[in-house]
């Protein structure tokens, strides 16, 4: 039972995360801070669903195969922004910056 309500907590956390870089992908002004903003939700938001997930399927195989997913995302993700933003850099994108 405290399980399910933990797994229930993780699940949710990770759903509410998700939308918020969805979010803030779209109400962000340019395309580093979108990235950034779909960086950061995206493997903190992996990483509770597949926690959540994780605890309802126990200690097992499911659990382990579960671990590589969240490792495998946990270094490809970051890994992903971080070539995009070099992309843009080096294809002359520039950043919008406030003006005063």
């Known amino acids: 039972m405290i399980i ?4 229930a ?3 949710l956390i990770g759903v ?3 939308i918020v870089g969805a979010i803030g992908i779209h109400r962000f002004p ?7 903003a779909a960086g ?3 493997t903190l938001s992996a ?3 597949l926690f959540g997930l994780a605890l309802q399927a126990g200690w ?3 659990a382990f195969k579960l671990a590589l997913i969240f490792v495998f995302l946990f270094f490809t993700s970051p890994t992903a922004s971080h070539a995009l933003a070099n992309a843009a850099q080096h294809s002359g994108l520039k950043p919008k910056l406030e003006q005063k």
């Open 47 to 49: 990483l509770m669903i």
């Open 30 to 36: 340019d395309f580093y801070t979108r990235l950034h």
């Open 40 to 42: 950061i939700t995206d």
């Open 60 to 62: 097992g195989i499911a």
């Open 4 to 7: 399910d309500i933990l797994s």
């Open 16 to 18: 509410v995360l998700g």
């Open 9 to 11: 907590i993780f699940l």
